[in-house]
């Protein structure tokens, strides 16, 4: 069974950054998994942020990046803002077509 | 402008059955792989299945493998997914994705419909 890994929780101060991960409980993250990136507020749908590693959908702000960073995909989020605080999940393709969403991430901005 | 409109949620006893559908509009239907996800109360996003444009390919998260079924009808820019067998645990919002069409992520979605299974 593969779990996919990510931080439980993460506080960051406005303007500040920082990076949340998206790991394997067994094995490591690359490209080939295409790791995408979704943000989510209670009640609300989740919204597109990242996809093929790390390129932005659209509309969204460039103060968000996606890369690979060692073992894992990470989430990049620069000079924080307010309405960052939300919900972050990374989803991974295993192959023959199975997708496995990680636990997601509770950002505090504060 | 890309829309999904999910419909069919609902209270259900357990073992019971549940239809959902999801009216997709704003882009060609049969050109997409359409997908499945739930959100269990107060939980993280599951992948629960997707289907190829043609229906010809389809894949299931394994807790609910044997007991719900997807499908599409592109004649009407839908698509279904059949819940049988329900347990307390499928209880969920169930959102209906779009895949994007050269890259492995979900590009749209819709805004879910929510699936309470209870005595």
């Known amino acids: 069974q593969t779990v996919v890994t990510q931080e439980p929780s993460f506080s960051v101060s406005p303007g500040g950054t920082v990076t949340l991960t998206c790991g394997l409980s067994s094995g490591s993250v690359s490209t080939s998994y295409y790791p995408s990136w979704y943000q989510q507020t209670p009640g609300q749908a989740p919204r597109t942020l990242i996809y093929n590693t790390n390129t932005r959908s659209s509309g969204v702000p460039d103060r968000f990046s996606g890369s690979i960073l060692g073992n894992k995909a990470a989430l990049t989020i620069t000079g924080a803002q307010a309405d960052d605080e939300s919900d972050y999940y990374c989803?991974?393709?295993?192959?023959?077509?199975?997708?496995?969403f990680g636990g997601g991430t509770k950002l505090t901005v504060l | 402008e890309v829309q999904l409109v999910e419909s069919g949620g609902g209270l259900v006893q357990p073992g019971g059955s549940l239809r959902l559908s999801c009216a997709a509009s704003?882009?060609?239907?049969?050109?997409?792989?359409m997908g499945w996800v739930r959100q269990a109360p107060g939980k993280g996003l599951e992948w629960v299945a997707n289907?190829?444009?043609?229906?010809?390919?389809?894949y299931y998260v394994d807790s609910v493998k044997g007991r719900f079924t997807i499908s599409r009808d592109n004649a009407k820019n839908s698509l279904y997914l059949q819940m049988n067998s329900l347990r307390a645990e499928d209880t969920a919002v169930y959102y209906c994705?779009?895949?994007?069409?050269?890259?492995?992520?979900?590009?749209?979605w819709g805004q879910g419909t929510l699936v309470t299974v209870s005595s």
């Open positions: 289907i190829k444009q043609d229906g010809s390919e389809k």
């Open positions: 994705a779009k895949r994007s069409l050269t890259r492995y992520y979900f590009d749209y």
């Open positions: 704003g882009f060609t239907f049969s050109t997409y792989w």
């Open positions: 989803v991974l393709y295993m192959g023959s077509g199975i997708w496995v």
